[in-house]
């Protein structure tokens, strides 16, 4: 019976959608898009010294339709401070990257998506969500939307510290 039990349990929490791994390995690409319907509600990132790089994990929530999709292109270059912001009523859906081995950094470009009925609104910005080095994790509040991204790079640390722009929706 108790594996009966528990059985169900793993079957419910996979159908649920709440299974997370790294889209990435050290120094390679990654391209992440939640599936049609959904935004990402959860980043989290791991540092590693030797290798002077970040590995990424998402996860995605359904709100309903989504639509009118854009993507961003790369928007930052290496070394240099990253600002993002989805056009108009858009929130993030997705995320992609790649790595510089000798810039030891990262170049970045996002998904956008309208979600149907809804805007954002009462943005703020997070405070760093990282330490140089360190883990990074943003957990979306409920009723809330990434809209937007940013962070800088130091060359000593070969890191880049990240907030957010959230808002309601």
Sequence with gaps: MAGLI????CIAFLIA???AGFVNDWDQPFNFNCPSGQIINFVSSIHNNRKEDRRWEFLCKGVGNTHSCSDSGYVNTFDNPLVF???????ITGVNSYHSNKHEDRRFGFQCCNVQGRQPRDCYITGNVNDWDGKLTLAVPEG????????????RREDRLWQFEICTL
Excluded: E, L, M, R
């Excluded at 528990?6 to 349990?9: A, D």
């Design 144 to 155: 809330k939307a990434i809209k937007g991204a940013y962070s800088h790079h130091n060359n």
């Design 17 to 19: 959608g709440s299974t």
């Design 85 to 91: 912001k989805c056009p108009g009523d858009q929130v």
């Design 6 to 9: 528990s059985g169900f349990f």
